[in-house]
T-cell receptor, first 113, second 118 residues
Framework: DTEVTQTPKHLVMGMTNKKSLKCEQH?????MYWYKQKAKKPPELMFV???????INESVPSRFSPECPNSSLLNLHLHALQPEDSALYLC????????????FGSGTRLTVV | AQKVTQAQTEISVVEKEDVTLDCVYE???????LFWYKQPPSGELVFLIR??????QNEISGRYSWNFQKSTSSLNFTITASQVVDSAVYFC???????????????FGKGTLLTVNP
């Protein structure tokens, strides 16, 4: 299995909702990442997990809360989002941080209304 | 600081034409990796190639080829005999090994939208 699977593919949520994005990989990778991509822009790094521990937070607002329950799973919990948070959220993994065999998922297209 | 420049915002070609996408980078690292990714409308970032800073050999994979010129800090990407399925946004990205601890981070260019018309 050489894939990163993200669910859901599309999500529409209100500003008062709480939702979660899910990312799963079964490649034995020990580094996992969340990237945010606005329309017509390149992806921007949000969080890095290494061996299930949060190692990097790129100054992301607290309304985004990541979680890594085990080595295969990465969640992004969303609460009180703003319309400007609408974007494609991409998950990626690599064998380790600094090992550059990144594999990206197909993303979750989030719309905040 | 690292920077990746893809000066071509959009390129439009007719099927079977050859097309070259440019990528110029800046880094203070002596060891670094360069990547090209393809992003079709579905959204997934598809890995195309990774090159390290010590390997200046050009690479060919089917209709794709890459020309790495360390002297000009460029890794250009050529598609030979383009096809409609090649239509996508192509990103060049850079990751340094010892750049202030940011070896975890891919720095992306702004991307080039390639449209291949039948």
């Amino acid at each position: 299995d050489t894939e990163v699977t993200q669910t859901p593919k599309h999500l529409v949520m209100g500003m008062t909702n709480k939702k979660s994005l899910k990312c799963e990989q079964h490649m034995g990778h020990r580094a996992m990442y969340w990237y945010k991509q606005k329309a017509k822009k390149p992806p921007e790094l949000m969080f890095v997990y290494s061996y299930e521990k949060l190692s990097i937070n790129e100054s992301v607002p607290s309304r985004f809360s990541p979680e890594c329950p085990n080595s295969s799973l990465l969640n992004l919990h969303l609460h009180a989002l703003q319309p400007e948070d609408s974007a494609l959220y991409l998950c990626a993994s690599s064998p380790s941080v600094g090992n550059y065999g990144y594999t990206f998922g197909s993303g979750t297209r989030l719309t905040v209304v | 600081a690292q920077k990746v420049t893809q000066a071509q915002t959009e390129i439009s070609v007719v099927e079977k034409e050859d097309v070259t996408l440019d990528c110029v980078y800046e880094t203070r690292d002596t060891t670094y990796y360069l990547f090209w990714y393809k992003q079709p409308p579905s959204g997934e970032l598809v890995f195309l190639i990774r090159r390290n800073s010590f390997d200046e050999q050009n690479e060919i994979s089917g209709r794709y080829s890459w020309n790495f010129q360390k002297s000009t800090s460029s890794l250009n990407f050529t598609i030979t005999a383009s096809q409609v399925v090649d239509s996508a946004v192509y990103f060049c990205a850079l990751s340094g090994l010892y750049s202030g601890g940011s070896n975890y981070k891919l720095t992306f260019g702004k991307g080039t939208l390639l449209t291949v018309n039948p």
